[in-house]
């Protein structure tokens, strides 16, 4: 028997199905050991930076599992992903499971598919110490950053606060972005637009070719034109054949930002759903910057082209990477079987696969012709600007008729020739003020992240988690908005850390990460070059860098409602407030707004959990009743009407005394018993009382298509394929 260790428990079901005769498949579900959370012990940097790792808590279990198999097994084959994160959790798998050097191998492959597999099998290697050695560069270098820079934010802002290598330099690039918008001046200006009725009685609307700055020289325009209303004319008529080419096939980067701006899927979302479709051996690797396509594969997706679409729209193209530091995997995203058409196990997973699989069939496609028309307009006599009108019409769809989505619309002109009369039917102006630069969407930040070279694939989907979880940004429809926290820490770090979050520094640390995985660069060296001037800048801006106190006077406006003296704007866990100048003396405060703060009130009421007092305080989202012992005792009062409204009515399966009560945690609304922490009982949706035929398990809420479902996840209720 031979035992195959892959990260994911999905990978396992789809690997097993290629795999007959003697091989088992275990899942490590992802890495099972890492750094401990204190720095003391996680890095002993005099030996040379080396990294003491620890067992992640729970994976003990699932370490034993797998160890007993390997013990048993003639070969231990090492399945992880084919990029350093996936060849550290196969190093650490060596390491945990104390495995024999001479029964183990290691195999990648860039598609879960029968043939990929049991290819790979036939090609195993050792496993690549510099891609390992570069990781654990990363993690060293992201943990030594982080802890030293946290921690001189927690004594100059405030406590609780954080930084990060990557995540600080992209939280400066959306507040130089947000200055920008606070300095912009707008001006006026006017659009005008006039109907006009063509000699064979079309109608058609043409603009005027400039935008006046005043409302003067727009009444002048427009009563010019009214005036010779019949004296109009076609001056110009200008047609462009033009070509559209089609994209190279999705690379990590590419995926996030059209699923971003298609299908309104966040980074971290995209990156979610394409795993489980990896998974399920339906795409290729989705962490890439390649947009290689192979050579095996192109004469199947030429095939899938003249199906389709027919032998005119198939023109064969070879992509090469703009990035310099293109590595990882070597493969674009693109349909492990490019004849599938549609795919997944859900709608979300249908429409990724189908944006993957629209690319990829459209690389491979002819251009798309598009005629442009341009039609000009204007009195006899002259005197005022021209009025136009722009469209187009598809002359052949090419590659876009994979692709549909990326054609736009297409404005067809009335058919009209140049000297032609026109008869001005009405016309009128719209006042106007030009727009500040628009806030970073989450695809807009990616575009400049890879622009700047700041992270990696792999990397972007976190760094835009990390700076909205941490409260440093937050979402304002599709944009990323600074929060005022954000603003005080980037402010903070550009005015004492300017060089360690700049581009070129963060790129250029990238390039030596790189370096380290390619073998051209020590390990120790590298850390050690930057890590010794760090670390020695960070003890100087300890003594020199200005504590942070206030952020500046407030509105003369605002006085002390305790003292009636000036006030300053102060920073807060909720954000900014104004808090009087002579605090401690006075600790009269207002809202930002200028509005009353009141302070934390006594209710008279005991608390049930460690008989401290409860007190009503003022929060994010309004008032609420706690512990005045916070936060050694976190207890929170909720009114009758709110604890009525979280109940279910739904015994505890677990415990069988308490209720299951909705509760709200740091990733949104969950389930659980009201004897937590005693029972520990936990589900994802609302109880719906009844229980699984199959398994016993309480049922839950599911979605339209699936009324309800059963709340154990291993049940195969869940599984409608693994149903007997």
Not at 18 to 36: E, F
Not at 120 to 145: G, N, T, W
Not at 313 to 334: D, G, N
Not at 599 to 605: D, F, I, N, V, W
């Amino acid at each position: 028997m031979n035992l195959i260790i892959v990260e994911s428990p999905t990978k396992t079901k789809t690997i097993s199905k290629y795999l007959k005769g003697n091989y088992i498949v275990r899942a490590s579900v992802g890495h099972i050991r890492d750094l401990p959370k204190s720095n003391k012990k996680a890095i002993d940097i005099p030996a040379g930076f080396v990294p003491h790792y620890e067992t992640i808590p729970g994976k003990e279990k699932i370490i034993k599992e797998i160890s007993n198999d390997a013990k048993k097994a003639k070969k231990v084959i090492l399945a992880t992903d084919p990029d350093r994160e996936g060849e550290a959790i196969a190093f650490h798998l060596t390491q945990a499971l104390n495995l024999d050097e001479n029964k183990t191998q290691r195999i990648v492959f860039n598609e879960i598919t029968q043939s990929a597999v049991e290819e790979a099998i036939k090609h195993p290697r050792a496993i690549d110490m510099d891609l390992v050695r570069a990781q654990e560069a990363r993690r060293v270098l992201d943990r030594l950053v982080g802890y030293d820079l946290s921690g001189l934010i927690w004594k100059k802002v405030r406590y609780g606060l954080s930084a990060g290598r990557v995540q600080s330099p992209a939280l400066r690039i959306i507040m130089e972005r947000e200055r920008e918008i606070r300095a912009f001046i707008p001006e006026d200006y006017w659009i005008i637009s006039g109907e006009f009725k063509t000699e064979h009685g079309n109608k058609i609307i043409l603009t005027c070719d400039e935008q006046p700055k005043n409302e003067k020289e727009t009444s002048r325009i427009i009563e010019t034109a009214k005036k010779n209303k019949n004296n109009w004319q076609i001056v110009n008529i200008s047609q462009t054949e033009a070509k559209r080419s089609p994209r190279p096939p999705f690379i990590t980067s590419t995926l996030q930002q059209t699923a971003s701006s298609r299908l309104g899927y966040s980074p971290s979302r995209t990156m979610s759903i394409a795993q489980k479709l990896y998974e399920q051996g339906l795409i290729t690797y989705m962490r890439t910057d390649s947009v290689n396509l192979s050579k095996e594969v192109l004469p199947q997706i030429y095939g899938t082209i003249e199906k389709q679409f027919g032998k005119d729209y198939l023109q064969p193209r070879i992509y090469t990477s703009k990035s310099k530091t293109a590595q990882e995997a070597h493969e674009a995203i693109r349909p492990s079987n490019a004849g599938l058409k549609t795919a997944g196990a859900n709608d979300e997973q249908k429409k990724l696969y189908q944006l993957i699989w629209q690319r990829t069939i459209a690389s491979q496609m002819v251009d798309a012709k598009i005629l442009r028309t341009k039609i000009s307009a204007n009195i006899l006599s002259g005197g005022i600007p021209n009025f136009s009108v722009n469209g187009s019409i598809m002359l052949f769809p090419g590659w876009l008729a994979a692709d549909p989505a990326a054609r736009g619309e297409d404005v067809e002109l009335p058919k009209l020739n140049q000297g032609e009369n026109l008869k001005l039917l009405d016309i009128s102006s719209e006042g106007k003020q030009t727009e500040p630069p628009s806030r970073y969407t989450d695809a807009g930040l990616i575009k400049e992240l890879e622009k700047r070279e700041i992270g990696r694939p792999s990397t972007y989907a976190s760094i835009i988690k990390t700076i909205v979880d941490r409260g440093y940004v937050e979402k304002e429809g599709k944009t990323l908005k600074p929060t005022d926290t954000g603003d005080v820490v980037s402010t903070f770090l550009e005015n004492n850390f300017a060089k360690y979050i700049s581009d070129s520094f963060t790129a250029e640390m990238e390039n030596k990460l790189d370096e380290i995985a390619e073998g051209k660069r020590k390990y120790e060296k590298m850390l050690g070059d930057f890590y010794k001037p760090f670390l020695k800048e960070v003890k100087a801006k300890e003594k020199t860098a200005e504590k942070i106190t206030n952020l500046g006077e407030a509105d003369k406006k605002h006085k002390c409602p305790v003292c009636n003296g000036p006030m300053v704007i102060k920073l807060s866990r909720t954000g900014k407030f104004l808090s009087c100048a002579k605090f401690p003396e006075c600790s009269g405060a207002r809202k930002i707004d200028g509005s009353i703060m009141e302070g934390p009130k006594e209710t008279g009421e005991i608390c049930p959990q460690c008989g401290g007092k409860l007190i009503e305080r003022e929060g994010r989202f309004g008032k609420f009743v706690a512990c005045s012992n916070y936060p050694k005792c976190k207890f929170i009062k909720t009114s009758a009407e709110e604890e009525n409204r979280r109940k279910t009515g739904v015994k505890c399966p677990s415990c069988g005394k308490g209720e299951i009560t909705e509760r709200r945690g740091r990733f949104g609304l969950f389930y659980s018993c009201s004897n937590y922490p005693n029972c520990k009982f936990i589900m994802k949706s609302r109880p719906t009382d009844n229980i699984c035929k199959l398994c016993g398990s309480l049922m839950m809420e599911g979605t339209k298509t699936i009324p309800e479902r059963c709340s154990n996840v291993k049940c195969p209720n869940n599984r409608p394929d693994k149903k007997k």
